[in-house]
């Protein structure tokens, strides 16, 4: 009981007080040093004693009362309701309460964690604007198609930037592509004239690059777009124009629209943009640039790709193509077959391989098509033609070469075929009899364009009906396949698998060997692929097989 007695009046502020004891004094001072009020209530809830920091977050707080929610908010509000916890905002600060028991003495511990909170709220946001930008990164890297990249900037910007975006493209013959969106994932695009830009002098700037950074304007301004900017009554009342970094000029320009309700843009807000518009930027100039060399690859390509083959009486034709992967389409292989210009009918003929691969090559294959193009006007003997041919590659100083097989095909007498051909370094052509033996034809000569006053070689074949002749470039007997992938298809394989092909159109024969190339290959990488099949067709003419 004594002992109660004792405990009590020291918690209490008793006796000992009175007498201003020197251990109460310092056990005030001590705690006045903590970093958290304490406030002790009898068990009736009076508030008995408390240090100095509990007048700074309760000021009207006092001993003798029980805390109401007027003077103690919070605290109060636990008292009364028994609460071990609280956490609540009182008198801008975020306090946080729990409750303890020294004897029958309730002892609150109150914090103050407003800084803290401050800092978890600040530290969610930066993670959520990182994983925004690095979402935006992925995304927009995602796709060289500029129209998704196009909308996909503008579906990004909503709702995570603002309630409505508008992304203005530069003027482009006479008009400006633009893509906008008022509701996630809900795009639209479409097209106003050039002219109206002026008309809108923020958009203006950011377009030419003269404004690189942020400006905020009324969405007012962009009434004369014609119908481009979403619905005043969706964006809102503050509007946020930035231009998109290209690699010289700005990719485009976007509009960023928030409502009254939303609010205005404050410094953290501009950053986020910033750095949004320079990923957006650069994966639009990507796209760009890729849909520029795309289109320069397809025009390229179309003026390569081998032409139809001709119609000609007496003269069967058939032909198979396929370029090497992972090069644009373009090839260094290539055949062209056309009318023979004389009256004696039949068809000149070439196929050719040029050294390299991708657009050296391509660049090559049309210097020397179009090489061969216009000596056919004025030469019609293939070795003079291919002596002229490798003087234009020399003085052209590319430091490349190609091999060549040209000639003519004219038809004779009883329906049979006569092919005079020229070579230089080409693999030698095959013959195939009408009893399906494989004849090779070894032409010679050298490569065409690596030497000034090269030797080229020349030989004849006589062709009977139905009988054909196969030209063919390395990049068959040279596919690599078979079981383990390595091993060459080779020319005797060829002449096998050509030998089984007596009696079929030439359309059929070369289909087939391209197939059979493709089986040994399996999917594998290869070279340019190349045939062409010429076939004496007596009182007919008939073409088959088309590029691969």
Same mark, same amino acid.
């Given at each position: 009981m004594t002992h109660t007695r004792a405990r009590s009046r020291a918690v209490h502020g008793g006796d000992g007080e009175k007498r201003g004891r020197p251990g109460r004094k310092l056990s005030q001072v001590l705690f006045d040093l903590v970093d958290q009020a304490v406030v002790v209530c009898d068990p009736s809830g009076v508030v008995r004693w408390c240090n100095r920091l509990t007048g700074v977050y309760f000021p009207g707080l006092r001993p003798g009362k029980v805390p109401d929610l007027a003077v103690a908010g919070p605290l109060g509000q636990a008292v009364v309701s028994s609460a071990a916890r609280f956490d609540a905002e009182f008198l801008g600060r975020r306090l946080a309460g729990r409750r303890s028991t020294v004897g029958d003495c309730p002892?609150?511990?109150? @914090?103050?964690?407003?800084?803290? @909170?401050?800092?978890?709220?600040e530290l969610r946001a930066e993670r959520s604007r990182t994983a925004f930008l690095s979402e935006a990164g992925r995304r927009l890297g995602a796709s060289l198609h500029h129209g998704r990249t196009a909308r996909g900037v503008v579906e990004l910007a909503v709702p995570a930037l603002a309630d409505a975006a508008l992304l203005v493209l530069p003027p482009r013959a006479g008009h400006a592509d633009w893509y906008r969106c008022a509701a996630p994932g809900a795009a639209e695009s479409g097209a106003l004239p050039a002219s109206s830009l002026e008309r809108v002098p923020p958009l203006r700037r950011a377009l030419s690059g003269l404004w690189p950074w942020p400006a905020v304007c009324p969405p007012g301004q962009f009434a004369a777009l014609r119908g481009a900017p979403p619905d005043p009554g969706k964006g809102g009342g503050e509007s946020l124009v930035t231009?998109? &970094?290209?690699?010289?000029?700005?990719?485009? +320009?976007?509009?960023?629209?928030?409502?009254?309700?939303?609010?205005?843009?404050?410094?953290?807000? /501009? +950053?986020?943009?910033? %750095?949004?518009a320079f990923r957006a930027g650069m994966a639009l100039s990507t796209a760009a640039l890729y849909a520029q060399q795309a289109?320069?690859?397809?025009?390229?390509?179309?003026?390569?790709? &081998?032409?139809?083959?001709p119609d000609v009486p007496g003269v069967r034709l058939g032909a198979a193509y396929r370029p090497a992967p992972g090069e644009l389409g373009f090839g260094g292989d290539f055949y062209q077959v056309e009318p023979a210009r004389d009256d004696g009918g039949g068809v000149e003929f070439v196929l050719g391989d040029v050294c390299g691969k991708g657009v050296e090559a391509a660049v090559l294959t049309g210097h020397v098509r179009q090489s061969l193009r216009t000596l056919a006007l004025v030469e019609s003997r293939p070795l003079r033609v291919l002596d002229v041919l490798n003087q234009s590659l020399l003085e052209a100083d590319s430091g490349r070469f190609a091999s060549l097989v040209i000639g003519t095909a004219r038809p004779g007498s009883g329906g049979a075929l006569d092919v005079v051909l020229a070579g230089g370094g080409h693999p030698p052509p095959l013959v195939l009899r009408r009893g399906g033996a494989v004849e090779a034809v070894d032409v010679g000569g050298m490569l065409v364009g690596a030497l &000034?006053?090269?030797?080229?070689?020349?030989?004849?074949?006589?062709?009977? &009906?139905?009988? $054909?002749?196969? $030209?063919?470039?390395?990049?068959?007997?040279?596919?690599?396949?078979?079981?383990?992938?390595?091993?060459?298809y080779g020319a005797e394989r060829l002449a096998h698998d050509l030998e089984v092909c007596a009696g079929m159109p030439a359309g059929a024969v070369a289909e087939r060997v %391209?197939?059979?190339? /493709?089986?040994? $290959?399996?999917? @594998? /990488?290869?070279?340019d692929i190349a045939v062409l099949v010429l076939q004496a067709s007596p009182g007919s003419s008939g073409t088959a097989g088309a590029p691969r």
């Open positions: 002892v609150w511990l109150i @914090r103050d964690e407003t800084e803290v @909170r401050r800092c978890e709220v231009a998109l &970094p290209g690699s010289e000029a700005p990719a485009g +320009a976007l509009v960023l629209f928030r409502s009254a309700e939303a609010g205005g843009w404050n410094a953290e807000d /501009a +950053a986020v943009v910033g %750095d949004f289109h320069t690859a397809d025009v390229l390509q179309a003026g390569l790709d &081998p032409a139809p083959l &000034p006053g090269p030797e080229f070689g020349q030989a004849g074949v006589h062709l009977a &009906p139905e009988e $054909l002749i196969l $030209l063919y470039s390395d990049g068959v007997t040279e596919a690599r396949g078979g079981p383990e992938g390595a091993e060459e %391209d197939m059979r190339v /493709a089986h040994w $290959l399996a999917g @594998r /990488a290869h070279d």
